[in-house]
């Protein structure tokens, strides 16, 4: 009876003529992967076809308000990658302040498309940043070990 038998490790079998798994062919070269695009993309989408609708009232689309929706959904769902990417690096404070300023600077955009006064989206946007601020910070916080490192999300 072995009650603390080790249990083998699992090794991952290497096939002829392919490098470890995450490395291209090439030296220097990083694959591209589309790890990380899934969320970006569709908060990028959903937001890109609302902005236009917005902004038309119920008349004809038209090229203007493509490219309004195109250019829109790509600066978001850029932004989103980028923080979803790159703000670990951040300490949690700074961090849950991008997230607010991020949130409140999209709401607030599609605030001001309605042909609300620059007054109220800019106090919307506010809201929702410091609102969003206080639940990021909250989340980080609360989600970290002893060390002070986050959560791996």
């Given at each position: ?45 959903v937001y ?52 607010g300023g ?27 940043a410091a ?23």
């Open positions: 009876m072995a009650a603390h038998a080790a249990v083998p490790a699992r090794r991952e079998r290497r096939r002829h003529g392919r490098g470890q798994p995450g490395q291209s062919g090439q030296p220097g070269q990083q694959r591209l992967s589309s790890r990380g695009w899934g969320l970006p993309l569709a908060l990028g989408i890109g076809l609302y902005a236009p609708t917005v902004v038309r009232h119920g008349g004809e689309p038209s090229w203007g308000q493509f490219w309004l929706g195109v250019v829109s959904g790509l600066v978001l769902a850029l932004a989103v990658h980028g923080l979803r990417r790159y703000g670990r690096a951040l300490p949690r404070e700074l961090r849950a302040a991008a997230w991020l949130a409140g600077i999209a709401i607030g955009f599609l605030f001001s498309l309605s042909d609300a006064s620059v007054y109220a989206a800019t106090v919307l946007g506010l809201v929702v609102a969003v601020s206080a639940a990021a910070f909250y989340l980080f916080y609360t989600h970290e070990d002893a060390a002070g490192r986050p959560a791996p999300y």
